[in-house]
């Protein structure tokens, strides 16, 4: 898995520039954080990235294929291996279905996939929601359960579950926790560093929270009014090279 992004601009309105310049890389197995504050432009780069939303200038390469929104069939191929988990877990869940069927959407899309972690032998459809119940330290008794039956954290559980029960390469968690509890987030933080460990994946972690990010992340990125202003490990968190900008948000979080 690699992900390389180029000189990545986003325009919106003449005046509103929300992506500027923007280049990193992504490495297999690698656990990266992009932390900005409101308006940073967290969000447009997370939803270029899904093939949400359309760029014009920069280039973005998946495992060196190059993501043109426009192109249907490309990206099909690009959301089996990309994934996404988003801060608002009730409007991932249809209010409607019970918690198996919602879990079973990707898996029903992708039927060429088998995922690794299911157990022998034949499962019925049910089963297989269980074991992703039980992924992501769930009740399997939830499987017949409708989202408002969940509490916050449940809920994005589940769709942490329902992400990567097709075993994407990456993985991108946009604000993942914060609708969340504090001690909710922390159990949140928590699960997706033992399944990020258990099974190499990649993730790519985007919060508004140094925090966060830095519990899970190895490598963060800092973004301001849509630039990347500091790139640096975890362990050089809090070297003198540090960009102020980052500096602040260290004092701010009081880390
Ligand atoms: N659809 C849109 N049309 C016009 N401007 C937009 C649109 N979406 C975002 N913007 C602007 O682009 C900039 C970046 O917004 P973005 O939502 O990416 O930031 P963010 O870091 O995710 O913020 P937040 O944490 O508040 O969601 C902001 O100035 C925002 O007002």
Redesign the pocket.
């Known amino acids: 898995m690699s992900l390389v992004v180029e000189g990545l601009s986003k325009q919106?309105?003449k005046r509103?520039q929300?992506?500027k310049q923007v280049t990193f890389q992504v490495n297999e197995g690698e656990c990266i954080g992009i932390v900005?504050?409101?308006?940073?432009?967290?969000?447009?780069?997370?939803?270029i990235l899904l093939g949400l939303d359309t760029y014009k200038e920069g280039k973005i390469r998946f495992n060196d294929r190059a993501i043109a929104p426009r192109k249907r069939s490309d990206l099909r191929q690009y959301r089996k291996s990309v994934q996404m988990v988003f801060q608002d877990a009730t409007s991932t869940l249809n209010p409607k279905l019970p918690i198996w069927k919602s879990l079973l959407e990707p898996l029903d899309n992708f039927k060429e996939v088998t995922p690794s972690f299911f157990s022998e032998g034949s499962l019925s459809r049910k089963e297989m929601a269980e074991e992703l119940l039980e992924l992501v330290g769930l009740d399997k008794e939830m499987v017949d359960r409708y989202p408002d039956e969940l509490s916050g954290g449940q809920k994005q559980r589940v769709s942490i579950a329902r992400a990567i029960s097709i075993e994407p390469s990456l993985l991108v968690c946009d604000?993942p926790t914060a609708s969340l509890d504090v001690t909710v987030q922390v159990q949140i933080l928590r699960l997706l560093k033992e399944l990020q460990q258990k099974s190499n994946m990649t993730i790519l972690f985007?919060s508004?929270d140094i925090r966060a990010v830095s519990f899970l992340c190895e490598r963060l990125i800092v973004?301001k009014s849509?630039s990347i202003v500091d790139q640096f490990q975890l362990s050089d968190i809090y070297h003198e090279e540090r960009h102020p900008y980052t500096k602040a948000l260290i004092q701010a979080a009081a880390i």
């Open positions: 919106y309105a509103i929300a992506l900005g504050e409101s308006g940073s432009g967290k969000s447009t780069l997370a939803r604000e985007i508004h973004l849509g």
